[in-house]
């Protein structure tokens, strides 16, 4: 599955932003990390084929994940921005649900990121 991230950019503290990653194919199972410099890449939000849900503790709450089968389309709407959120975002999709917390090891594609910063 290829895949391509759009709408990341810079947001005051407080703001909201929505990333879009838009699939080549239909992926059940897809998922949302971030990457900051210097950190290795953490999973913030998964979704699976029966709309399950699943967010890392440091966005809960603020993120949500929905997701357009119809339109081959994962979002990830961010709102409440803090400035530790800052990071590349990358989309993925996965070869397996696993027990949490959602790992890089349970997704096979990976888009290219989009970055977003967040300005206090």
């Known amino acids: 599955v290829q895949l391509v991230e759009s709408g990341g950019g810079s947001v005051q503290a407080g703001g909201s932003l929505t990333l879009s990653c838009v699939a080549s194919?239909?992926?059940?199972?897809m998922g949302w990390f971030r990457q900051s410099s210097d950190q290795v890449r953490v999973g913030v939000a998964r979704?699976?084929?029966?709309?399950?849900?699943d967010y890392s503790d440091s966005v809960k709450g603020r993120f949500t994940i929905p997701k357009d089968n119809a339109k081959k389309t994962l979002y990830l709407r961010m709102t409440d921005l803090k400035p530790e959120d800052p990071a590349m975002y990358f989309c993925a999709a996965g070869r397996m649900w696993s027990a949490p917390p959602m790992t890089s090891s349970d997704f096979r594609d990976w888009g290219q990121g989009t970055q977003v910063t967040v300005s206090s």
């Open positions: 194919e239909y992926a059940p199972y």
């Open positions: 979704i699976a084929g029966d709309r399950t849900t």
